[in-house]
């Protein structure tokens, strides 16, 4: 008989999200030393950050098709390989086309992951699928507190993003090691005998639609903000970057003292509770100042905190039928919403730039403007009015969400006290 070491399998899984996070959190604080090392304009960096959304996606979702079939144990060598090769293609980069693909490889990699590894904590915990993967997450704020921390440190001391990259090698191979040494178990719908039949009728109900949708504002509210908050707040505080450790920080607090708020206020409370919090702490980002801004910081990533993790378990705990490919798409849903809308946002931030800069003004001229020189200047000056001008308009989104799930409390209630109902009812006519 097949040994399954569920804890082994638990902690490997957890340092292949370590690597997607710090895969995360080191672009993000060299995002703006790529964009000066490559002359490369918002947009450009915006395409860049949002290729390894499209990559989440795409290997997320065709993950959730066969990892039935193929097992999640080949999937982590598959994303052990991504990853691999993405960051070495990082660290040789030599331009646009180079930063674009090895981004692509290393968003398929931790699309894989997350095909493999939700499914698997929630087959390995099935008494408490949304706790446990809320622990399972926090290794994703956690890897960017790391990688964050890991950029200020190493631009203090001198080194490149180069080496920051390297870094990521370390956690990489010792994952691949790890799962190619384990056995791994069937994923729950098999091990349960929902039919294929059953997993697809599953994810065409309305409660799961509703999630879907949900999910493509949960993730721009966290991800897209994350990503971009060293670039859209550089000039509006010095220390841009460790809002985002901060706010990470925060998140990684959170997500470890779950399982109470989760049974406290059950998943689609939760929910509430964080779009509530996000859609101030994204305000207070968007208008506060100075040290003020770091409140703000902390008020954002208790609402984001639970985002991601808490809709996975909804969907693992409330539709279960809908298996590895429900909690797939879920999570492809959200990071294809992100880089659709990081996209979009490049392109947008790049005209509130040249709005903010003198008449007929042309950006690329900017761009390149020596150090201190007078248009240079004028160019941080307006980053630093087009930035909170970004924020401001993403912040439709989770007052939206506070709407959604507002919505979603009240009828998960509803459908509770009509299942209670019935089992009384059932009850009475037995006896």
């Not at 710090?22 to 490369?40: E, H, K, P, T, V």
């Not at 001391?157 to 790890?178: D, S």
């Not at 791994?184 to 039919?195: D, I």
């Not at 305000?283 to 985002?307: D, P, Q, R």
């Amino acid at each position: 008989m097949t040994q399954i070491h569920t804890t082994k399998l638990f902690w490997a899984s957890c340092l292949a999200l370590l690597v997607t996070s710090l895969s995360f959190g080191i672009r993000a604080g060299m995002m703006n030393q790529l964009g000066i090392d490559f002359q490369l304009s918002a947009s450009q960096l915006g395409t860049i950050t949002a290729t390894a959304f499209w990559g989440f996606p795409l290997a997320i979702v065709i993950g959730g098709f066969i990892v039935d079939i193929i097992g999640m144990k080949r999937l982590l060598v598959m994303a052990f390989i991504f990853h691999l090769a993405g960051i070495v293609l990082t660290i040789f980069a030599q331009g646009y086309w180079t930063l674009f693909f090895s981004t692509l490889l290393i968003g398929i990699a931790n699309g894989t992951v997350e095909a493999a590894c939700n499914p698997l904590v929630a087959t390995l915990y099935p008494e408490n699928k949304t706790t446990r993967l809320n622990y399972f997450h926090l290794w994703f704020p956690g890897g960017i507190v790391i990688g964050t921390l890991l950029v200020t440190l190493f631009v203090q001391i001198g080194l490149g993003w180069k080496i920051q990259v390297a870094m990521m090698l370390i956690p990489t191979v010792i994952y691949g090691y790890l799962f190619s040494k384990l056995q791994f178990p069937v994923t729950e719908r098999v091990s349960s005998g929902y039919s294929n039949a059953d997993m697809y009728k599953a994810v065409l109900s309305p409660l799961f639609i509703f999630m879907f949708i949900c999910m493509f504002g949960t993730a721009i509210t966290e991800l897209f903000t994350g990503q971009w908050i060293g670039l859209l707040l550089k000039n509006v505080t010095d220390n841009a970057i460790l809002l985002l450790t901060l706010t990470t920080g925060i998140m990684v607090i959170g997500r470890a003292f779950a399982e109470p708020v989760v049974k406290r206020l059950a998943p689609q409370g939760v929910l509430l509770f964080s779009a509530i919090f996000a859609t101030a702490g994204l305000y207070m980002l968007s208008t506060f100042s100075g040290s003020s801004i770091f409140l703000a910081a902390v008020i954002f990533g208790i609402g984001v905190c639970y985002f991601w993790p808490t809709m996975i378990g909804f969907i693992a705990e409330n539709i279960p039928q809908s298996g590895a490919l429900g909690l797939n798409l879920v999570g492809g849903a959200g990071m294809f919403a992100v880089s659709i809308y990081t996209i979009f946002m490049g392109g947008f931030y790049d005209n509130l730039i040249v709005k903010h800069l003198p008449a007929d003004a042309n950006l690329e001229k900017y761009l390149v403007a020596p150090e201190n020189s007078a248009d240079a200047l004028a160019l941080a000056n307006a980053k630093n009015l087009a930035g909170p001008e970004v924020l401001q308009v993403t912040l439709i989104i989770p007052i939206v969400l506070v709407i959604a799930f507002t919505g979603l409390v009240i009828y998960m209630r509803s459908k509770s006290k009509r299942i209670s109902e019935s089992v009384l009812l059932s009850k009475v006519q037995d006896y």
